[in-house]
């Protein structure tokens, strides 16, 4: 499992309009080959800063099927608007720690 965070910055004033196009876009990621699910979440301290959650079967299902489908256009159309600067994109692992103390 690959996790996504993009960190989006957004236009002050324009936090509604973009959580409204996430909202619109939620079925564009789930139905992607390999997507397993989506979060939005916002940081308390800059409101105007987002991090946008994927989890990702595989790297090449995010950075190929999706990057290169008409959905990822669509969902840029969405919420490209809205940006006060290009996101910017991590992807993680899960590190398996052993059992919980």
């Known amino acids: 499992m690959i996790i996504e965070i993009a960190e989006l910055r957004i236009k002050p004033g324009e936090e509604a309009a973009f959580e409204a196009g996430v909202a619109k876009a939620v079925p564009l990621f789930l139905r992607a080959k390999g997507c397993h699910g989506v979060a939005l979440h916002q940081v308390i301290e800059t409101p ?23 959905d990822f256009q669509l969902w ?3 919420v490209g608007p ?11 692992r899960i590190v398996d720690l052993g059992p919980a103390i």
């Open 82 to 92: 809205t940006f006060e600067a290009p996101p910017t994109v991590t992807h993680e």
């Open 48 to 70: 105007n800063v987002y991090r946008l959650v994927v989890r990702w079967e595989t790297l090449d299902n995010h950075m190929v099927d999706f990057r290169n489908s008409e």
């Open 76 to 78: 840029r159309g969405l």
